[in-house]
């Protein structure tokens, strides 16, 4: 079993910066891709960031590419998103997630999921 918990959302004006942080309970994070997923309302679930269970490898889709920024220290068992430069359209329900096995992709197959924390951006 794989628990996880976000911390680290608000309220933020359109420019500025939010660290969000996901605790990890698992026997063997080191060897799980971790991402970090968004829901807006009324719109689907979408991946911002992936990294490698090694932290050398990170994938990000277009839309926060050069923004958002995914860490991982496996000797806390934590994940990381650093956010930067937030727009009002990053506004969403931010979730960490945690895959076990290869899905092929980084974005797919992951496995638990956080209860997630809310990041608004205003104008």
């Known amino acids: 079993q794989v628990q996880l918990v976000e911390s680290g959302g608000g309220l933020v004006q359109a420019g500025g910066s939010l660290r969000l942080s996901c605790a990890a309970s698992?026997?063997?994070?080191?060897?799980?891709?971790m991402g970090w997923f968004r829901q807006a309302p009324g719109k689907e679930r979408e991946a911002v960031a992936a990294?490698?269970?090694?932290?050398?490898?990170?994938y990000y889709p277009d839309s926060v590419k050069g923004r958002f920024t995914i860490s991982r220290d496996n000797a806390k068992n934590s994940v990381y998103l650093q956010m930067d430069s937030l727009k009002p359209e990053d506004t969403a329900v931010y979730y960490c997630?945690?895959?076990?096995?290869?899905?092929?992709?980084?974005?797919?197959?992951?496995?638990?999921w956080g209860q997630g924390t809310q990041v608004t951006v205003s104008s």
């Open positions: 997630a945690a895959r076990t096995y290869f899905s092929g992709s980084y974005f797919t197959g992951y496995d638990y």
């Open positions: 698992g026997r063997t994070f080191s060897s799980y891709t």
């Open positions: 990294v490698s269970s090694n932290g050398y490898n990170t």
